[in-house]
């Protein structure tokens, strides 16, 4: 089973959609603070079934104790976070709490657990201010605002975590302007 944080957010939703069409078991981990349960019907009605759901928070230890020991995790697609570069700037620390915390929260559940494989959806504000475009994967990293540093924080946790147990199976993803619909509209 693949447990989706963030599952019915923008990016996390599409993803569901395309491993529930490809017949993988999924399981949605998400707080709704950016989403709605709404995503879970539109997720039904393209694929035709309805994706296991467990409203929780990345910050609550406990429940992500409890959900990886009592379901079938393999492997974590980890999208939830807060998002928003100005409200990142006002409210530095409700990001650094829910999107480094929460995410180091899940990678100690996911250890103890066995699960370690992970796609960890960062940013392209990673990045900074770039002189030149495109911008190529080796730039430099220099995050510019709260939210990038949140995600380049989280990267580089996972760098260390992958030099210290090489065992981990770890993806980092890199947007940039995601967005778009499902061609069922």
């Known amino acids: 089973m693949i447990l989706i944080t963030g599952g019915t957010g923008y990016i996390g939703s599409h993803t569901v959609v395309e491993l529930l ?3 993988e078991s999924v399981l949605i981990l998400d707080n709704l603070s950016n989403s709605s349960l709404k995503a879970l019907d539109r997720i039904e009605q393209i694929c ?19 959900i ?15 998002k928003a570069v100005g409200e990142s700037v006002t409210q530095p620390l409700s990001y650094y709490e829910n999107n480094v915390l929460g995410s180091v ?5 996911m250890a103890e657990h066995g699960v370690k494989q992970l796609v960890f959806s960062s940013s392209a504000t990673v990045y900074g201010d770039p002189h ?17 540093r949140t995600k380049l924080m989280i990267e580089e946790i996972l760098r260390d975590l992958s ?10 993803l890199r947007y940039f302007n ?5 061609v069922s509209g």
């Open 68 to 82: 990886m020991a009592s379901h079938q995790i393999e492997s974590v697609i980890h999208f939830a976070g807060l």
């Open 132 to 148: 030149t475009v495109p911008i190529q994967e080796s730039f430099p990293l220099r995050a510019t605002n709260p939210y990038g």
């Open 48 to 66: 035709g079934r309805r994706p296991e759901f467990i409203k929780a928070d990345i910050r609550d230890r406990t429940a992500l104790y409890s």
């Open 21 to 23: 069409n490809r017949g």
């Open 163 to 172: 030099g210290a147990e090489p065992s981990w199976r770890i993806a980092i």
């Open 178 to 182: 995601p967005v778009g619909s499902h």
């Open 105 to 109: 929260n899940l990678f100690q559940a």
